[in-house]
């Protein structure tokens, strides 16, 4: 069995942070969220693992991901010029998946469902889907059950018949290809990996389906982002603080879990529960709980707390002493915030 991991798409819900970075490398709890994919397939043995890029993503990807040996898989790097769907994405990569069953991963989806329920299924299906439930389902592919079989997907409908949907986690034998090959455009404008699943049970196909109740995110926008990073730091911490060696904290309290990178100096600080900071951040009498920094941050004499923020690279808050910021602060790479006392 093999991998394939779709990571092409734009990220406009997630500017300005998308504009110099690919969506699949946005951090969730101080990693790459594509990493976690990589990661989830090696851990079910799958070892060959095909990545689908837009040209332009090639330097950022490669760069951090490489052939894939610190992960301990080979990765191939595939190319969709243009996103025109999940199902153009997984078209570039036939010839690389051949005639080989595979796991198919959204790469800006995480998961906390094993793959090994989703791959024992397709042993008798021409397909397995991983679904679960959800409030808003007109945001998603939705999926409708009749007598435990699928008997229809719609793609975000305007009104869903149930409040099932698509994961972005799916098992296919390569038959999957001679479907694909038939699509239209949908209203959308995309080749839909739902309608090419249709094709499958319209011709009497069995497809599979896992329910998962555990934790799953589609990280689409900021607040997802944000919630994202609440329960994968729950994974990852275990409820402990995980600071860098170099890291230098100086009369600072930490409420766990807290991930603080390499290079970070921190001064008179409250920081937690569910701060992350990739790298080199530099905060001084501040407050900060359920936030996201990314690399080389400056917070200086804010005083009071601010939470549910997300500050990019190179993002600087400064005030004055006396002074204080409250509240929510969305930021973007190298943008500056300062205010003077009153």
Same mark, same amino acid.
């Given at each position: 069995? /093999? ?6 798409? /734009? ?19 101080? #990693? ?103 409030? $808003? ?20 409908? /305007? ?13 296919? #034998? ?9 699509? *239209? ?11 090419? @699943? ?5 011709? /009497? ?24 990073? *609440?329960?994968?730091? $729950? ?17 600072? *309290? ?16 409250? @920081? ?5 900071? @990739? ?43 006396? *002074? ?19």
């Amino acid at each position: 069995m /093999k991998g394939l991991i779709v990571c092409a798409g /734009k990220g406009s819900r997630l500017r300005p942070y998308t504009l110099n970075r690919p969506k699949t490398m946005i951090p969730v709890a101080g #990693k790459p969220i594509l990493f976690y994919a990589i990661e989830k397939l090696a851990d079910e043995g799958i070892h060959d693992i095909g990545i689908v890029i837009h040209p332009s993503q090639e330097a950022v990807i490669y760069d951090a991901a490489g052939t894939g040996e610190k992960f301990g898989v080979t990765l191939t790097y595939l190319y969709q010029n243009e996103p025109k769907g999940i199902a153009d994405a997984v078209a570039t990569a036939e010839s690389f998946i051949g005639t080989s069953d595979f796991v198919l991963m959204l790469g800006d989806n995480l998961v906390k469902e094993p793959l090994g329920p989703l791959m024992d299924q397709l042993r008798l299906a021409e397909a397995c889907i991983l679904l679960t439930e959800v409030v $808003d389902p007109q945001h998603y592919g939705v999926v409708e059950i009749n007598d435990h079989r699928i008997v229809r997907l719609d793609e975000k409908p /305007k009104y869903p018949k149930s409040n099932l949907v698509i994961v972005g986690v799916y098992a296919f #034998k390569s038959g999957i290809f001679d479907h694909i090959r038939n699509l *239209t455009v949908s209203l959308r404008g995309e080749l839909e990996i739902t309608d090419a @699943i249709q094709r499958l049970i319209d011709q /009497k196909n069995k497809v599979s389906y896992v329910i998962t109740h555990k934790n799953v995110s589609d990280v689409g926008n900021t607040e997802r982002w944000l919630e994202a990073n *609440t329960w994968m730091m $729950d994974e990852v911490c275990q409820g402990k603080k995980l600071i860098s060696s170099d890291a230098v904290l100086i009369k600072c *309290t930490l409420h766990e879990p807290v991930i603080i990178g390499p290079g970070c100096r921190l001064e008179n600080c409250s @920081i937690g529960p569910y701060v992350s900071m @990739i790298s080199g951040a530099h905060l001084v009498e501040c407050s900060i709980e359920r936030s996201i920094l990314l690399s080389d941050v400056t917070i200086l004499g804010t005083g009071q707390a601010f939470s549910n923020s997300i500050l990019g690279d190179k993002a600087c808050i400064k005030g004055q002493s006396g *002074t204080f910021a409250k509240g929510r602060f969305i930021l973007g790479d190298h943008s500056q915030c300062s205010w003077l006392e009153e």
